[in-house]
């Protein structure tokens, strides 16, 4: 039998609706397992990671990334666990926690990735705002599940919500804010978060209250940039948009640092030599072995041990990353074919998104049905218009990729559809 993991106490498996039953699986392993069998999770499989969603068989989507995030995440408590010296047999950070953040933090990303993000903000900037963070705490508090014809939260533990929350500040905190943020009514799960424990003065200032983290939260982030900096980059070479001539010539462009031009060459002699699968594995390697932990002092570190410790990150690591991340920007995201199916997934999402408001806000006696029963309902039931439109914001938030493409051709193409259609 395993020995008790002091590092957690009571407050940390504490959960927002009271005390779960119990079972043979710790209070994290349920988290983690709640939400592996949630639709929300099994629908990131159809959502745009970089590549729209289905076009081809070996690109990431959003759930394998997710996966490939939770991998490295759990890989770094044991790294941390055997190495660290402020870590022991029974003192050791939670990788089944850890593992829960990491497949939890793109739960509340919209159809067409960060282009579907930006749009469903524009639309809801006098409503409350959209961010895909705030979304996914919306899912695990209030609308992961659904029972006996309304939304439920899936009662998180407080670390894990604690591990989600990468950014602290409230929409209101800012002026029309492009992301980065919770919406103003999630500021209650903030306090229990907290514990009731109210931040410092130094800590209200919304940019330091975002970078204000739990350990945990400290390691899915790091693992996240881990995941993306490099396979952004293999799934651009393998989609055609990087090639060894073209990252030659962003090279040539600038004036990179020496350490820079090593890491260019290393990339061009993986894809010359076709070995840029290898090549991306040992990176991530690389960044698993480059984490280690020192003790910290704030206002909650005497209260868990979550906050006690900080994720140090080997510097030069850190820069190797940033410069991936660059060449991925450069040569595909701003590409205009990928700048095309942006803008043609937004304006699917602007014209689904304000054909329901219109029906359902506007004109909120109208009896034309244009969703599922079960979202019809609950969307009815709502007597405030703002209400309905976070509804709305919800419904098309949930959707993935090729319904929301589905929805639009039905509403929008007369060709399109047929009365026996499935919604």
């Given at each position: 039998m395993n020995a008790v993991n002091s590092f957690y106490n009571d407050f940390d498996r504490a959960c927002l609706e009271g005390k779960r039953t119990e079972d043979y699986r710790s209070p994290f392993e349920v988290d983690r397992d709640r939400i592996i069998h949630s639709s929300a999770f099994r629908r990131l499989q159809s959502k745009t990671q970089v590549f729209l969603s289905g076009e081809y068989d070996f690109y990431r989507t959003r759930l394998t990334h997710s996966l490939e995030v939770a991998q490295i995440g759990r890989s770094i408590c044991v790294f941390l666990q055997r190495h660290s010296p402020l870590l022991t047999k029974d003192f050791y950070i939670d990788s089944a926690l850890v593992e829960a953040v990491c497949l939890a933090h793109d739960l509340g990303h919209p159809p067409f990735g960060h282009s579907g993000e930006r749009v469903l903000n524009d639309l809801m900037k006098h409503q409350g705002g959209f961010e895909g963070n705030a979304q996914t705490l919306r899912l695990l508090t209030e609308t992961i599940f659904s029972r006996n014809g309304v939304r439920k939260g899936m009662?998180?533990?407080?670390?894990?919500?604690?591990?989600?929350?990468?950014?602290?500040?409230?929409?209101?905190?800012f002026k029309h804010p492009e992301n980065h943020f919770l919406y103003d009514d999630q500021e209650q799960y903030r306090t229990f978060v907290f514990g009731d424990k109210r931040p410092p003065k130094s800590l209200r200032v919304p940019d330091k209250l975002n970078r204000?983290?739990?350990?945990?939260?400290?390691?899915?982030?790091?693992?996240?940039?881990?995941?993306y900096s490099i396979n952004d980059l293999v799934d651009g070479v393998h989609a055609g948009f990087i090639s060894t001539e073209r990252i030659e010539r962003w090279g040539e462009d600038r004036n990179l640092k020496d350490e820079e031009a090593r890491w260019v060459k290393e990339i061009i002699r993986a894809i010359a030599s076709g070995d840029l699968e290898r090549y991306?594995?040992?990176?991530?390697?690389?960044?698993?072995?480059?984490?280690?932990?020192?003790?910290?002092?704030?206002?909650?570190?005497?209260?868990?041990?979550?906050?006690?410790?900080?994720?140090?990150?080997?510097?030069?690591?850190?820069?190797?990353?940033?410069?991936?991340?660059?060449?991925s920007f450069d040569l595909v995201f701003r590409s205009p074919q990928l700048h095309q199916l942006e803008h043609k997934g937004g304006m699917m999402i602007r014209r689904i998104f304000e054909t329901l408001v219109e029906n359902y806000v506007e004109k909120s006696n109208s009896s034309t049905s244009l969703l599922p029963p079960f979202a019809d309902a609950m969307i009815r039931r709502e007597r405030s218009k703002r209400a309905r439109t976070r509804l709305i914001c919800d419904h098309i938030a949930g959707m993935t990729d090729g319904f929301a493409i589905r929805m639009y051709k039905r509403l929008f193409e007369p060709d399109f559809g047929s009365i026996v259609d499935l919604i």
């Open positions: 009662n998180p533990t407080r670390a894990l919500l604690d591990g989600i929350l990468k950014y602290k500040a409230l929409y209101r905190q204000f983290r739990s350990i945990e939260c400290q390691i899915m982030d790091w693992s996240d940039d881990a995941a991306a594995a040992t990176v991530i390697g690389a960044y698993i072995r480059a984490c280690s932990l020192c003790e910290r002092k704030n206002f909650m570190s005497e209260h868990t041990n979550r906050y006690r410790f900080e994720l140090v990150v080997d510097e030069e690591v850190r820069r190797q990353s940033a410069l991936f991340k660059k060449i």
